[in-house]
């Protein structure tokens, strides 16, 4: 692990969707090597996900951690052994409403659930690599029974913090003014579930986290913004990089987030306002 400063701003810069696609690895190495990302979120079930771990193990630098998949795409188990959790393609529904009333109700979709998170978290492990964080595809673990069983389960890998989505509205402000979706209340409760939950297995987790409003549109000008205006504590902008926005399954602006990721000035401004980076484990 390597020594970081220490600073009342720490900053962790994540791409989920590593393994996703061959673009989406390109994008989290050249954003490691060349700007300012320090961490990314492993899709185990990922097409590309054996050149991403290929890619993870040359830049030891790059803090890599758990990115569950549990809804809006391809499991790790066959689907023949969690057929309560996916539908007729094999394939887990996009629809997280839908998918989280399945569980909450059903037993065998919660003993499914479980022996999926855990074929996870063991191909994670098979890796070699250190586990530096956990979270979930469209912030599935915000519902209860997923978190319950991802704090469970990953206990004995390794786990020691995770990612739970706290978006200070007041720094989105006065970095950019525009509209944004009022948050849904039951989003609202489940989050300060997780955060009491993680606090409570003595769980690292970020105190502001940044790219729910801008999903698909951090912009280098919102992400020069939110380092001028970065509150105290630790904070984490995740981003989704690519070379490119024309993979399978590509939805925003992919390429202008790696572009944002790289763009000149960023490290200096970085070290102008005195801001640490590094890892989720570089903050425990």
């Known amino acids: 692990m390597r020594a970081v400063p220490r600073s009342p701003k720490n900053l962790i810069v994540t791409?989920?969707?590593?393994?996703?696609?061959?673009?989406?690895?390109?994008?989290?190495?050249?954003?490691?090597?060349?700007?300012?990302?320090?961490?990314?979120?492993?899709?185990m079930s990922g097409v590309a996900i054996d050149d991403a771990?290929?890619?993870?193990?040359?830049?030891?630098?790059?803090?890599?951690?758990?990115?569950?998949?549990?809804?809006?795409?391809?499991?790790?188990?066959?689907?023949?052994?969690?057929?309560?959790?996916?539908?007729?393609?094999?394939?887990?529904?996009?629809?997280?409403?839908?998918?989280?009333?399945?569980?909450?109700?059903?037993?065998?979709?919660?003993?499914?659930?479980?022996?999926?998170?855990?074929?996870?978290?063991?191909a994670f492990r098979a890796t070699g690599l250190p586990l530096d964080h956990v979270n979930a595809h469209h912030h599935f673990h915000l519902h209860p029974t997923v978190a319950r069983l991802a704090f469970d389960i990953g206990r004995s890998h390794g786990l020691r913090a995770v990612?739970?989505?706290?978006?200070?509205?007041?720094?989105?402000?006065?970095?950019?003014?525009?509209?944004?979706?009022?948050?849904?209340?039951?989003?609202?409760?489940?989050?300060?579930?997780?955060?009491?939950?993680?606090?409570?297995r003595g769980l690292m987790t970020p105190k502001s986290v940044f790219g729910l409003a801008?999903?698909?549109?951090?912009?280098k000008a919102r992400i020069e913004g939110l380092l001028r205006h970065l509150p105290d504590g630790i904070s984490e902008i995740y981003t989704h990089p690519a070379t490119n926005d024309r993979f399978a399954g590509a939805t925003g602006r992919h390429a202008d987030e790696l572009a944002a990721l790289i763009a000149p000035g960023l490290a200096k401004l970085v070290l102008d306002h005195g801001v640490a980076t590094g890892g989720y484990s570089d903050f425990l």
């Open 15 to 43: 791409a989920d969707d590593f393994g996703a696609a061959r673009e989406v690895n390109e994008a989290v190495e050249v954003a490691h090597t060349r700007g300012i990302l320090t961490a990314a979120s492993l899709m």
């Open 53 to 122: 771990v290929a890619r993870a193990r040359r830049l030891p630098s790059l803090r890599v951690g758990l990115h569950l998949v549990l809804i809006d795409g391809k499991p790790l188990l066959s689907p023949s052994a969690i057929p309560d959790l996916v539908d007729a393609r094999g394939r887990f529904p996009a629809n997280a409403v839908t998918a989280g009333w399945n569980i909450f109700f059903s037993r065998s979709a919660r003993r499914q659930l479980a022996a999926e998170i855990e074929a996870q978290f063991d």
């Open 163 to 200: 990612r739970v989505p706290r978006e200070p509205t007041s720094v989105l402000a006065r970095v950019d003014a525009s509209p944004r979706q009022r948050e849904d209340w039951r989003a609202v409760h489940c989050r300060r579930l997780l955060g009491l939950c993680a606090h409570r």
């Open 214 to 219: 801008w999903s698909g549109a951090m912009t």
